[in-house]
Antibody
Framework: EVQLVESGGGLVQPGRSLKLSCAAS????????MAWVRQAPKKGLEWVAT????????YYRDSVKGRFTISRDNAKSTLYLQMDSLRSEDTATYYC?????WGQGVMVTVSS | DIQMTQSPPSLSASLGDKVTITCQASQNINKYIAWYQQKPGKAPRQLIR???TLVSGTPSRFSGSGSGRDYSFSISNVESEDIASYYC????????FGGGTKLELK
């Protein structure tokens, strides 16, 4: 059974940093591109970033470029999202996902 | 960047109705569209991938079709467990979600 378990969320002040993790199991993690998707309260789904299966390439939505960094450790079957210079508009539930499988999400609240 | 225009934003249906949601891409997405169901407080669940392929466990009352820029998703014989929000996702070039459709009971 595929499992994706996010962690690392919480309340953080504007301008500070937070690092999310996503532990994967039940599939060959190193074979899959991985993504982070977020959902602001009462809003729709928004793609944030993608990393290629071997970590060779990364892609970001414009609003997080230069602030967020997606990375992975295939030996640990873990996906990461380093979030710097956080803004109030980054407040959302963050999901890690393959194409077909999603984690349960982790809440990030950016507020003073 | 590819944009996805999903409509309608909300839909009211009676049990047993057929409902249809559409997504139009800003360019040809070569049938690389998936459909997701999301219930309050839960993660999205993929129902359909590659336009019309039902994911394992998806009931046969769900269906998808389309090509080029225009795609649709239907639920025949709406059941109470289908009350949720639905999203399309293009994955031809990175990912872009549609704005979502909230399905409610009439």
């Amino acid at each position: 059974e595929v499992q994706l378990v996010e962690s690392g969320g919480g309340l953080v002040q504007p301008g500070r940093s937070l690092k999310l993790s996503c532990a994967a199991s039940g599939f060959t993690f190193s074979d899959y591109n991985m993504a982070w998707v977020r959902q602001a309260p009462k809003k729709g789904l928004e793609w944030v970033a993608t990393i290629i299966y071997d970590g060779s390439r990364t892609y970001y939505r414009d609003s997080v470029k230069g602030r967020f960094t997606i990375s992975r450790d295939n030996a640990k079957s873990t996906l990461y999202l380093q979030m710097d210079s956080l803004r109030s508009e980054d407040t959302a539930t963050y999901y890690c996902a393959t194409h077909g499988d999603w984690g349960q999400g982790v809440m990030v609240t950016v507020s003073s | 960047d590819i944009q996805m225009t999903q409509s309608p934003p909300s839909l009211s249906a009676s049990l047993g109705d057929k409902v249809t949601i559409t997504c139009q891409a800003s360019q040809n997405i070569n049938k690389y569209i998936a459909w997701y169901q999301q219930k309050p407080g839960k993660a999205p669940r993929q129902l359909i991938r590659y336009t019309s392929t039902l994911v394992s466990g998806t009931p046969s009352r769900f269906s998808g079709s389309g090509s080029g820029r225009d795609y649709s998703f239907s639920i025949s014989n709406v059941e109470s467990e289908d009350i949720a929000s639905y999203y399309c996702l293009q994955y031809d070039n990175l990912w872009t979600f549609g704005g979502g459709t909230k399905l409610e009971l009439k």
